[in-house]
């Protein structure tokens, strides 16, 4: 009954801005810390920006200024504005959801980012 959705991803040029939406449904979002990680191929999975319940984010250095992550609890929805695009940014970008009192994390299929040069 967990699901996350990714939205938003495509193709765009080095430079250019996406933005990324993850709807979840089947939990109660506002106690979950969520976040968005993102694979490159022969890469291990990243994190890229989190964001708790009461809000504070944090990002890897290698977005820092670029990309920003903010939630919506009325809509059970993340999101990210990625900015300022560089192909070392193209992965597969996953949302996801924590809830670290139950040692659970719940994960959205991916979206494709790939940023052209």
């Known amino acids: 009954q967990v699901q996350l959705v990714e939205s938003g991803g495509g193709l765009v040029q080095a430079g250019g801005s996406l933005g990324l939406s993850c709807a979840a449904s089947?939990?109660?979002?506002?106690?979950?810390?969520m976040g968005w990680y993102r694979q490159a191929p022969g890469k291990q999975r990243e994190l890229v920006a989190a964001?708790?319940?009461?809000?504070?984010?944090n990002y890897a250095d290698s977005v820092k200024g670029r990309f920003t992550i903010s939630r919506d609890n009325a809509e059970n929805t993340v999101y990210l504005q990625m900015d300022s695009l560089k192909p070392e940014d193209t992965a597969v970008y996953y949302c996801?959801?924590?809830?670290?009192?139950?040692?659970?994390?719940?994960w959205g299929q991916g979206t494709q980012v790939t940023v052209s040069s």
């Open positions: 996801n959801a924590q809830f670290r009192r139950l040692l659970v994390s719940y």
């Open positions: 089947g939990i109660i979002f506002s106690i979950y810390d």
């Open positions: 964001i708790t319940t009461g809000g504070s984010t």
